[in-house]
């Protein structure tokens, strides 16, 4: 298993800012991936932490809207940059290892945006 | 795009057996079929998963055809506990990204 622990749990921003939400892991694994949860709907994957290398993104998401650091196998950021009210969402980190087939999710940040 | 198909919601009395169809008629021989359900204000949690032969845990039975072009999850005695939105999904490992669909929106009913 994972203990996956997401941090802030919540906040309430201002337009314009950027905000950078944190995935800290129990134990070493191998992917990290980020999700967007908008209100009501279902969750929208936005990138892939690689670790040691630059993200790999969905389409319609780009690094400069949501740059994401992995540092290292149990750690990574995602930064919601100049937040717009449309950025009011939950997002969640989740990971997985190579040869298991459960993928473990964080708890999410729920970010409103004013 | 999603690669599975479920009913929008359901509902299911408590102590009955709840069962979730999902179609994913174009999945690959190599492909697994999961499911996830997510309660209200968590992140999404791990059912049970299967490549072609039935499959059960503590948590649930899953059920995938002989042709793998659908399959039925089972909670063999729904508690209100069970509200919860689950998702079928098809992929290649865990490991990999895995695409959400809508989903079911599964409510129990005392």
């Known amino acids: 298993s994972a203990v996956i622990s997401q941090k802030p749990s919540r906040d309430i921003c201002q337009r314009g800012t950027s905000l950078t939400i944190q995935c800290q892991v129990d134990?070493?694994?191998?992917?990290m991936f980020w999700y967007r949860q908008q209100p009501g709907q279902s969750l929208t994957l936005i990138a892939t932490?690689?670790?040691?290398?630059?993200?790999?993104?969905e389409s319609g998401f780009v690094i400069d809207k949501f740059p994401i650091s992995r540092p290292n196998l149990t750690f990574s950021t995602l930064t919601v940059s100049n937040m717009s009210p449309e950025d009011s969402s939950i997002y969640l980190c989740?990971?997985?290892?190579?040869?298991?087939?459960?993928?473990?999710f964080g708890a999410g940040t729920r970010l409103s945006v004013l | 795009d999603a690669k599975t198909t479920q009913p929008t919601s359901m509902d299911c009395a408590e102590g009955r057996a709840a069962n979730l169809p999902c179609n994913h008629s174009?999945?690959?021989?190599?492909?697994?079929v999961y499911w996830y359900r997510q309660i209200h204000s968590q992140g999404p949690q791990y059912i049970i998963h299967?490549?072609?032969n039935n499959e059960t845990n503590e948590m649930a039975s899953l059920i995938i055809t002989e042709d793998r072009k659908s399959s039925t999850l089972i909670l063999p005695h729904a508690t209100l506990r069970d509200t919860a939105v689950y998702y079928c999904?098809?992929?290649?490992?865990?490991?990999?990204?895995?695409?959400f669909g809508s989903g079911t929106r599964l409510s129990i009913r005392p």
């Open positions: 989740s990971v997985g290892r190579t040869g298991e087939n459960i993928q473990y």
């Open positions: 134990s070493q694994v191998t992917m």
């Open positions: 932490a690689n670790q040691g290398s630059e993200a790999t993104y």
């Open positions: 174009t999945i690959s021989g190599n492909e697994y």
């Open positions: 299967g490549l072609k």
């Open positions: 999904i098809v992929g290649y490992s865990s490991a990999s990204k895995i695409i």
